[in-house]
Structures are given as C-alpha cells and as structure tokens.
C-alpha cells in the first residue's frame, strides 16, 4: 500500500500540468480570436470601426473620425426670402419612352447662379418632392445662392410610372436632359436604390456624374461595398441617431474615402424631418465645403 501513495501521485502531476497548459493555450487563443487583439492592432481605422459597430451603432465621436456636430456648426445665414420657385412636367426620353418628370426648382432671385452648385434632392418612399418644400429645404438651398432642385421618382407624386428597370438610367436621363453642372445629390431611404447604382456602378468616373453626395441612410448600400474604395466622391454621411437602419449604412458608405459622418442627435430615419435645423446646418456645411 505504502508503495502505491508517490506511485499515484507521480502519474496526476503531469496530468494536472497538462491539463493547466491545455487551458492556457484555450485561454490565450481564445482571446485573440474575440477581438481583444484585434481592436489593439487593426492598420485601418475603417476595419476597427467595423468590428465595433457589429453590436453597437458608430455612436459619434466615439472613435470615429470625420464627425461633423451640428450643434457645433454655425448658424447658416438669415432667410433673405427672395427665392423664387417653379413647377414644372419635364419632359424626357427613357429607353424609346417619353417620361414626364414632376421638378420643383428654386433660385434666389438676386444670385449668380451661373457657376453654383445644383443641389439636386430626391426623396423617401412615403414622401415626394413635397417634404422639400414642406421643410423649406430648397428656400434654405437657394438662398444661400445655390440651385435647389427636388424632383419626384418614377412612380410617386405627378411623375410617370416606368417600366425600366435600370433607376440609374433613370438619373442619367434626367440629369442629361437638364444640362446639370456640378451636381450634388442629397438622397434619403428609398432613394439610394436610384443614387447609389448612378453614383458607384462606375465608382472610378463617380465625380464627373456629381460633386457631391448626401446620403441620408438610403437603401441598397451593402450591394457596392466593394465599389466605394475605388471612388474619390466626397460625401456626407447623414442618419438619425435613433434610426435603427443607419449603422448599417454608414458602416458601408465609410468604406468612401472622401467621406464625413454627420449623425443628426436624437433624429429616426427621416432626420431632415424631425430635425430640419440640425440638417439644414450640416448640408450649409457641406455645400460651403464643396464650394470653396
Ligand atoms: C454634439 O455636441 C454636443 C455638445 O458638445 C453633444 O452633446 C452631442 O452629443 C454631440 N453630438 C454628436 C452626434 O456627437
């Protein structure tokens, strides 16, 4: 019996050191694979974003670059309201179709506007071009000198329905047809799916379709995630810190390297409308940017 004791304990040692060793190496891997490591030596700024942002919204200023806070912007000047707006059914050709365009232009009457920017804005699903005015967006757009235009989609408002199935067509037709220089598009929800394929199917030749870009957390964002990289477009990342949808999107639209994030506090999907100010200061940002 006496034998028997150190012979058992000479056979547990190695047991119980292999069975320690064998959690250290679970332990150590285990740590490296969950991010710790990951997070402490990502080379992009983007990758780390992107692995923070799989369980929490890119909330603002925490580890983001590019924020713009509206409520540390300037006020945009006082509403000179001499603006004056226009109606009108363009016309233009779609595939062999004629296509009437519902197109609400407005232009401050005392401006040069000859080389300014065309603030071209498009619209939600539930909306038209009718939330535009109702906000009085395009008023702010054209008096701050610029051309302000809001048009509504195939289908919506007083603009033909179509069969073409190509929405960047659709932009390129009607943009042509317009003769539009330095245009900036601003494009909320539904509307990216007509943006976003005219801006970055080509992402290369992005900047001579526009100037700019205002998403305001469209759709269809994950379908050009590999096209972003390849696009020098600057761009301003607007969504509302309540919507649900806008971590998505902004995830994907900073893979555009020319882009700053202005997230709207407090604001759901559609924040120009329940924060119209807050919107409107961050565009005048932009433009002025884009302009100067
Ligand atoms: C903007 O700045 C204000 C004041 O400093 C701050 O309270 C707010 O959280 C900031 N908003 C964002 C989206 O960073």
Same mark, same amino acid.
């Given at each position: ?23 250290? *190496? ?19 700024? *983007?990758?780390?974003?992107? @692995? ?57 009457? %005392?401006?040069? *506007? ?19 005015? =109702? ?5 702010? *757009? ?26 960047? =067509? ?10 539009? %220089?330095? @245009? ?11 943006? #976003?394929?005219?801006?970055? %199917?080509?992402? &290369? ?14 759709? &269809? ?8 990289? =390849? ?11 309540? =919507? ?16 700053? @994030? ?10 120009? #409308? ?7 200061? @961050? ?5 002025? %940017?884009?302009?100067?």
């Amino acid at each position: 019996m006496g034998g028997l004791r150190p012979s058992g304990l000479h056979l547990n040692k190695p047991v119980v050191f292999g069975l320690l060793g064998i959690a250290l *190496v679970v332990f150590v891997v285990t740590r490296l694979y969950m991010g710790g490591g990951l997070a402490g030596t990502a080379a992009s700024g *983007v990758f780390q974003i992107a @692995v923070k942002s799989e369980t929490k919204p890119p909330a603002a200023g925490r580890g983001m670059d590019h924020v713009v806070n509206a409520s540390l912007l300037e006020s945009p000047p006082a509403f000179a309201a001499d603006a004056a707006s226009q109606e009108e059914q363009f016309k233009i050709t779609l595939g062999d179709k004629a296509l009437n365009v519902h197109v609400v232009q407005m232009i401050r009457r %005392k401006a040069d *506007v000859t080389n300014a920017l065309t603030v071209l804005f498009l619209h939600g699903a539930s909306f038209t071009s009718k939330n535009w005015l =109702d906000i009085k967006t395009l008023e702010h *757009v054209a008096n701050w000198g610029y051309r302000a235009i809001a048009i509504d989609l195939p289908g919506y408002g007083t603009t033909d329905l179509t069969d073409e199935s190509q929405p960047a =067509d659709f932009l390129t037709a009607f943009i042509t047809a317009m003769g539009m %220089k330095k @245009v900036v598009i601003v494009s909320p929800s539904m509307s990216g799916s007509y943006s #976003l394929p005219y801006l970055f %199917k080509e992402p &290369k030749s992005s900047t001579e379709r526009a100037v700019g870009y205002v998403p305001v957390a469209p759709v &269809k964002t994950g379908e050009f995630r590999q096209q972003y990289a =390849d696009s020098q477009l600057p761009t301003l990342i607007v969504y509302g810190t309540k =919507d649900r949808r806008g971590d998505t999107t902004t995830r994907d639209l900073m893979l555009l390297p020319k882009h700053e @994030v202005a997230p709207i506090d407090g604001a759901g999907h559609a924040c120009y #409308l329940d924060k119209p100010d807050d919107f409107h200061k @961050v565009l005048f940002y932009f433009l002025k %940017k884009l302009s100067s």
